[in-house]
């Protein structure tokens, strides 16, 4: 049973370029969420992904945005990057768009901006 | 505004001592979830409470779900090497236009010297 698949691994970038960060959902679960992990801090919600629309999101600009597939895969673009968007993004995947169930994770993106 | 909050930030404790992470949130959880991280790693998920004064055992860990379902705490008795990494507690935070979001306390870093 394939869990949540996330690539790539690590990115280089540099300050006002764009990225695109890929995940695929765990076998069965419809529903994608995205967090950013600064280090030694808990990871920070970007938005959720279901039915192919942004359901829901959290307190980042309009630089970050995201789409979903039709087979639940999602992507996640940074534009315009920062040094501050330097982190780990974790790409989730539930069975709902409700947080009533335990979220599956990838292994994350370690994003540096240089 | 809404959040999860945990304490302490560090705990060092010599191998076969015990353990105890708290968790607090500012409003009344429908659930509350408990994730580790070890070094390097993603999130993982370790179980869900949900019913009012819960408790829940996995071998040597007790998680337990405070009565007005507000705070909760993860105890790990007579700690190995291998319970080493960062311990989150997760709850659904209401984002409005009824939706809740799943909101990571900032973790526990837990160190276990042999």
Known sequence: DAGVT??????????????????????????VSWYQQALGQ????????????ERQRGNFPDRFSGHQ??????????????????????CASSLAPVPNYGYTFGSGTRLTVV | GQQVMQIPQY???????????????????????????RPGGHPVFLIQLVKSGEVKKQKRLTFQ??????????????TQTTDVGTYFCAGPLYSGA?????????????????
């Open chain 1, 6 to 31: 996330q690539s790539p691994t690590h990115l280089i970038k540099t300050r006002g370029q764009q990225v695109t960060l890929r995940c695929s959902p765990k076998s069965g679960h419809d529903t």
């Open chain 1, 42 to 53: 808990g990871p920070q919600f970007i938005f959720q992904y279901y039915e192919e629309e």
């Open chain 2, 98 to 114: 009824g939706s809740y979001q799943l909101t990571f306390g900032k973790g526990t870093k837990l160190s276990v010297i042999p």
């Open chain 2, 65 to 78: 779900f405070g009565e007005a379902k507000k705070n909760s705490s993860l105890h790990i008795t007579a």
């Open chain 2, 11 to 37: 705990q060092h404790v010599q191998e076969g001592e015990d353990f105890t992470t708290y968790c607090n949130s500012s409003t009344t959880l429908s659930n509350i979830q408990w994730y580790k991280q």
């Open chain 1, 69 to 90: 597939f039709p087979n639940y895969s999602s992507e996640l673009n940074v534009n315009a990057l920062l040094l501050g968007d330097s982190a780990l993004y974790l």
